[in-house]
C-alpha cells in the first residue's frame, strides 16, 4: 500500500513556465510533510516543507500548497528554469516513537530552454 | 562540515559475495539511516539507528544487516550478495525523525552480477 503518491511521473516544461507536482496521502497522522530534490549522481536534499497549520508556504520561486481536507499538497515552480531540472520526491511523516519518514516514488521534471 | 559521507561510490560485487558499505556523518546527529533507490521507486528504508547501540529494520531489511558503534558511523552490511540488490545506495541523518531534515550522502551505486 502506498501511502504517499505523486502526479504526474514525469513532467516537461519550457522555460519560465510554471512546474506544478502533486502529492496525494492516505494517513491522517501525517502532519509534517517535505519535498526533497534530487539531481543526477547526488543525494536528495530538503527544498521546501510544509505542517498542516498552514495553507501555504513560499520560498523563493517554489510554493507548498496545502489541502488536508483532501489529503493533498502540491509543488510549484514559478518561473522554471533549466537549473531546476531534477527528480522531487515527496514525502510525510507523523510524530511518534516509531516514527519514519515516507518518500513517493518522485517524479523527473524536466525544463527545456 | 563535511556532512555526511559514504565509501566506496560504485562498486560490482558477483552473486554471493560481501561487502560493507560506509557511512560517516559530522553533525553529531543521533538518527541515522539507510535507504536503496531503484528506478521509478523512490526511496525505500532498509534500517535506521536511533543512537549509538540502537538500529531498528526499514521497510526492505531481507539481505542486509547493520551496526552503530559510534554517533558517527552507521556501516551497512551485504551478505550474499544477488541481483536484487543492484541499487543506489543512501545513507541519511538527522537530529531527529519527526519534523527534521535529513541530510543525505551522496550515494553507492551497487551493481550485482
Known amino acids: 500500500q502506498q501511502q504517499v503518491k505523486q502526479s504526474p511521473q514525469s513532467l516537461i516544461v519550457q522555460k519560465g513556465g510554471i512546474s506544478i507536482i502533486n502529492c496525494a496521502y492516505e494517513?491522517?497522522?501525517?502532519?509534517?510533510f517535505p519535498w526533497y530534490q534530487q539531481f543526477p549522481g547526488k543525494g536528495p536534499a530538503l527544498l521546501i516543507a510544509?505542517?498542516?497549520?498552514?495553507s501555504e508556504k513560499k520560498e523563493g520561486r517554489f510554493t507548498i500548497s496545502f489541502n488536508k481536507s483532501a489529503k493533498q499538497f502540491s509543488l510549484h515552480i514559478m518561473d522554471s528554469q533549466p537549473g531546476d531540472s531534477a527528480t522531487y520526491f515527496c514525502a510525510a511523516s507523523s510524530a511518534g516513537a516509531n516514527s519514519k519518514l515516507t518518500f513517493g516514488k518522485g517524479i523527473t521534471l524536466s525544463v527545456r530552454p | 562540515n563535511a556532512g555526511v559521507t559514504q565509501t566506496p561510490k560504485f562498486r560490482i560485487l558477483k552473486i554471493g559475495q560481501s561487502m560493507t558499505l560506509q557511512c560517516t556523518q559530522d553533525?553529531?546527529?543521533?538518527?541515522m539511516y539507510w535507504y536503496r533507490q531503484d528506478p521509478g521507486m523512490g526511496l525505500k528504508l532498509i534500517y535506521y539507528s536511533v543512537g549509538a547501540g540502537i538500529t531498528d529494520k526499514g521497510e526492505v531489511p531481507n539481505g542486509y544487516n547493520v551496526s552503530r558503534s559510534t554517533t558517527e558511523d552507521f556501516p551497512l552490511r551485504l551478505e550474499l550478495a544477488a541481483p536484487s540488490q543492484t541499487s543506489v545506495y543512501f545513507c541519511?541523518?538527522?537530529?531527529?525523525?519527526?519534523?527534521?531534515?535529513?541530510?543525505f550522502g551522496p550515494g553507492t551505486r551497487l551493481t550485482v552480477t
Open positions: 553533525m553529531n546527529h543521533n538518527y
Open positions: 494517513n491522517t497522522a501525517f502532519d509534517y
Open positions: 510544509i505542517r498542516p497549520d498552514v
Open positions: 541519511a541523518s538527522s537530529y531527529f525523525v519527526h519534523g527534521y531534515e535529513q541530510y
